[in-house]
T-cell receptor
């Protein structure tokens, strides 16, 4: 089954403790992206990747890192999480720009 | 920069009545435009997209959207709403010149039985 898999589904952590949210897709998609969803703000793009070793900033990249060492994986790294990063995060992939996105189920992150 | 706006926070509609979710865009040139839906506790799902050609685009679950260049709108429509259509709906547009994607703030649709 074609899917985007995110883990974990829920995560509670404390300020400053490094964490990684994993994302994997099985559709051989070139484009992958991370979004955060906050009430009243909709979805905002954090980072995206056009292919292996090619990443670029979205609208709200501060405080986040990504890597794309393999085509299928696109982890989101918070090196020193802060409470303002408490949010619902989504990973997504597509065949390319202008193509429809396939979304993961989301990761609800709480930073205390 | 390319952007979309969804002017209403929430749309309430009675089951069986027509449903419209509004989206206006600010895009240079010919836009790609998308609609996605988010059901409770789920990720977003693709509904439909406009690239070029016919201004009326048909999508999943009986939804359609009308591209109107003169009004810079791309409203989502369904002739007869179902309770199961209650969800959060997002309009989106790719940026021109880079590979970012801009989403609107979302529209909560509540279909009343």
């Amino acid at each position: 089954e074609a899917q985007v898999t995110q883990n974990p589904r829920y995560l509670i952590t404390v300020t400053g403790k490094k964490l990684t949210v994993t994302c994997s897709q099985n559709m051989n998609h070139e484009y992958m992206s991370w979004y955060r969803q906050d009430p009243g703000l909709g979805l905002r793009q954090i980072y995206y990747s056009m292919n292996v070793e090619v990443t670029d900033k979205g609208d709200v990249p501060e405080g986040y890192k990504v890597s794309r060492k393999e085509k299928r994986n696109f982890p989101l790294i918070l090196e020193s999480p802060s409470p303002n990063q408490t949010s619902l995060y989504f990973c997504a992939s597509s065949r390319g720009r202008g193509e429809k996105l396939f979304f993961g189920s989301g990761t609800q992150l709480s930073v205390l | 920069a390319q952007s979309v706006a969804q002017p209403e926070d929430q749309v309430n509609v009675a089951e069986g009545n027509p449903l419209t979710v509004k989206c206006t865009y600010s895009v240079s040139g010919n836009p790609y435009l998308f609609w996605y839906v988010q059901y409770p506790n789920r990720g977003l799902q693709f509904l439909l997209k406009y690239i070029t050609g016919d201004n009326l685009v048909k999508g999943s679950y009986g939804f359609e959207a009308e591209f109107n260049k003169s009004q810079t709108s791309f409203h989502l429509k369904k002739p007869s709403a179902l309770v199961s259509d209650s969800a959060l709906y997002f309009c989106a547009v790719p940026h021109r010149g880079n590979n970012r994607l801009a989403f609107g703030k979302g529209n909560q649709v509540v279909v009343i039985p």
